[in-house]
Nanobody, 121 residues
């Protein structure tokens, strides 16, 4: 059993910054990919950023140059530093971890409960 807990969301003015965190706990042998998705009101879920176990990163075009994804493998945590925020970034953000629970087990994707980010003056 694995649990992901997100933190760091909230209300911020346009141009401001927020740092999201997502920590995993439970039966974890190794965390492979980590990432963030978001769902804006009335929109489909969108990939924001991903980071592999080798620290290769990928961003949605709207996040490039302003968002930074990073990871702390010792604490099974992924971060999303969001700078120069725009109202279009308003959404519920969901983290995920691709986890192998045991050396002989299978790999599964686990999701956080979602955290709200509102960019508004």
């Amino acid at each position: 059993q694995v649990r992901l807990v997100e933190s760091g969301g909230g209300l911020v003015q346009p141009g401001g910054s927020l740092r999201l965190s997502c920590a995993a706990s439970g039966t974890i042998f190794i965390v492979l990919d980590m990432g963030w998705y978001r769902r804006a009101p009335g929109e489909r879920r969108e990939l924001v950023a991903t980071i592999t176990s080798g620290d290769d990163t990928n961003y949605v075009d709207s996040a490039k140059g302003r968002f930074i994804i990073s990871r702390d493998n010792a604490n099974n945590t992924v971060y999303l530093q969001m700078n120069s925020l725009k109202p279009a970034a308003t959404a519920v953000y969901y983290c995920y971890h691709r986890i192998k629970g045991t050396p002989w087990g299978t790999t599964g994707d686990y999701w956080g409960q979602g955290i709200e980010v509102t960019v508004s003056s």
